[in-house]
């Protein structure tokens, strides 16, 4: 892993990736983004692997009265999976709380797959070898929920695909996955956008233009 490489931009990282994933191409495979930085580099791997591109969209089930403080997170799919921290009990939460707020941010991922994808319905993952796509890990927050409800799926295996991450995410993430794709490993770690010339935020629109791509043109020459 080459600490030192500094990536053009998240289309040429994800080519980059897919070089690396070239094993993996054997038609079982669903490559799932992350919303909105992991779309593009996702949408080169898929085209490398000829594999259908979906969303993996994560919303955050805060404590009350504490916004910023995550007691659970909603992931969305054919199957929504709903977890809550170990930690917290949830007797000491208010009765239906984490009902409630589950179904709101259910409706919110609604609206955004709504919003990116047309009411497309999601990508069956049974049988299916998720290879799950971010442009870089800085806390891994987000990503340990998601992967703690894939795993609850009915899938042949998961594979993490992400330009840069910080190497103890990148240990942690082994012992929990299949395999761990990663090209960049600074230590110590900073900041993800600094190992990209081009880091610019994604927009909604080009969100929405790689996934048309991914479901019009799923096996390019």
Do not use: W
Request: proline letters at 8%.
């Amino acid at each position: 892993m080459n600490i030192d490489l500094v990536l053009p931009n998240r289309d040429a990282a994800g080519r980059m990736l897919a070089d690396r994933l070239e094993s993996y191409r054997d038609g079982r495979n669903v490559v799932l983004a992350l919303p909105r930085g992991g779309v593009p580099v996702g949408l080169q791997i898929a085209r490398r692997l000829q594999a259908p591109m979906d969303l993996l969209m994560v919303r955050k089930i805060s404590m009350p009265g504490f916004p910023e403080f995550a007691i659970g997170a909603v992931i969305d799919g054919a199957e929504p999976q709903v977890l809550l921290n170990e930690a917290v009990d949830p007797a000491t939460l208010p009765a239906g709380y984490v009902e409630a707020e589950a179904q709101r941010m259910l409706a919110e991922i609604a609206r955004r797959r709504a919003l990116y994808l047309q009411d497309h319905p999601a990508i069956p993952l049974a049988g299916k070898r998720a290879i799950v796509v971010d442009d870089g890990i800085a806390t891994g927050a987000t990503l340990r929920v998601a992967l703690a409800a894939l795993a609850r799926l009915d899938l042949l295996e998961i594979v993490v695909a992400v330009p840069v991450a910080a190497p103890d995410i990148v240990r942690e993430l082994r012992r929990k996955v299949a395999d761990v794709v990663c090209l960049i490993t600074p230590d110590p770690f900073r900041a993800v956008g600094l190992h990209y010339v081009n880091f610019d935020q994604v927009s909604d629109a080009e969100v929405t233009e790689a996934l048309r791509q991914s479901r019009e043109h799923p096996f390019p020459a």
